[in-house]
């Protein structure tokens, strides 16, 4: 064998992620993909209720407000921060739009309360954050708490009525056939994060705040100011989500929301968001919202009690937390 065939022998690399099919059978977004179908099939055969449409519409309300707020936190574990508050900012922002109806303020001017509470919410974590360099774990918590408990001081054991009546279509509205306004909103929301996360400069920072944020303040990023924002939209999507579960119950309670803040985080993480940041997508959460939705709804044809489901989505979690970690373990030990 002459010289030059041994060096380019050499220097060859082999294709060590196999062929495009091997890639895309391998993604977790397509194995999610196909456990959604197969959740699908079993349930039109467990209920003869289930393929009709406008119960396939109502099945959508199970994770549409719950996967707006995702959208955001998919950015926030990203880059490897997570705000545990967001259940709680819901029943904050609920509380003031319940507030503000008692004196007559019309259909805008609460959904503009509502949006702007979620904002405050996010900018004061935010500002704790990024400013302050507090652990965002602690920091939700404590906001969790404070958020709620300030909803509770106001409302106690009681209820905001007394709604608009054109308040109602953002929670139970339809644009058209079986679309609710819920969904299309949802399917906007997806499209103009995927373009954030994706397609912008932005997104790109995120990304590599997760994986390294002392490089990405080497090169130049501005890691608070992109984590500050990022809070400030995981506000701003709770404050979203309260004006839709609001408008759909068409009351305040100060338990509104309640647990929302772990299935909004297995949501993301079931959608193959590492929970360690730097990695994730939001078509992987997408599908994840549909798995949850199909599941909660399938179940709740079956007549399966609540407690169930929460025990179930807790396993879920922990489930999809622990899969990618064993999984790297097992390949560290069979490559030795």
């Known amino acids: ?20 099919l091997k890639r895309i059978m ?30 396939l519409s109502d099945a959508t309300f199970n994770f549409t407000e719950k996967a707006m707020i995702a959208f955001a936190m998919t950015l926030l574990i990203i880059a490897g921060e997570i705000d545990l508050s967001v259940a709680a900012i819901i029943a904050l922002a609920s509380t003031a739009m319940g507030a503000a109806a008692q004196y007559g303020v019309d259909t805008a001017g609460l959904v503009a309360i509502g949006i702007f509470v979620g904002l405050l919410c996010g900018l004061f974590n935010g500002f704790l954050v990024s400013a302050l360099k507090l652990p965002s774990i602690v920091v939700t918590i404590g906001t969790m708490s404070l958020f709620r408990g300030i909803s509770y001081i106001v409302l106690g054991d009681q209820a905001y009525g007394g709604y608009p009546d054109d308040f109602a279509y953002f929670g139970q509205g339809y644009v058209v056939w079986v ?11 997806a499209i103009l994060f995927a373009i954030l996360l994706h397609a912008t400069n932005f997104g790109r920072q995120v990304y590599t ?30 404050g979203v989500a309260a004006v839709c579960l609001t408008s759909r119950l ?23 968001v590492s929970i360690l940041g730097g990695s994730g997508t939001i078509g992987g959460v997408v599908i994840a919202a549909f798995v949850m939705g199909l599941v909660t709804f399938g179940l709740g044809l079956l007549n399966v009690p609540g407690i169930v489901m929460s025990i179930f989505i807790g396993l879920l979690l922990i489930i999809t937390i622990a899969i990618p970690i064993i999984a790297r373990r097992i390949k560290l030990m069979s490559s030795k």
């Not at 977004?29 to 449409?53: C, H, K, M, R, T």
């Not at 679309?179 to 929301?189: D, N």
């Not at 303040?217 to 608070?224: D, L, M, Y």
């Open 179 to 189: 679309f609710s306004f819920e969904f299309v909103l949802f399917i906007v929301l």
């Open 250 to 272: 068409g009351s305040t309670r100060p338990s509104i929301a309640q647990g929302w803040e772990l299935e909004v985080v297995t949501m993301v993480v079931l959608g193959g």
């Open 1 to 20: 064998m002459s010289t030059v065939s041994q060096a380019t022998e050499k220097r060859t690399i082999p294709d060590r992620l196999g062929t495009p």
């Open 209 to 238: 705040i997760g994986n390294n944020e002392f490089a990405a303040r080497f090169s130049g990023i501005p890691v608070e100011r992109v984590k500050f924002i990022l809070f400030l939209l995981t506000g701003v999507m709770s």
């Open 26 to 55: 391998s993604s977790w977004e397509i194995l999610l993909l196909g456990v959604a179908i197969l959740i699908f099939i079993f349930n039109s055969i467990a209920s003869p209720y289930f393929l009709d449409a406008y119960n």
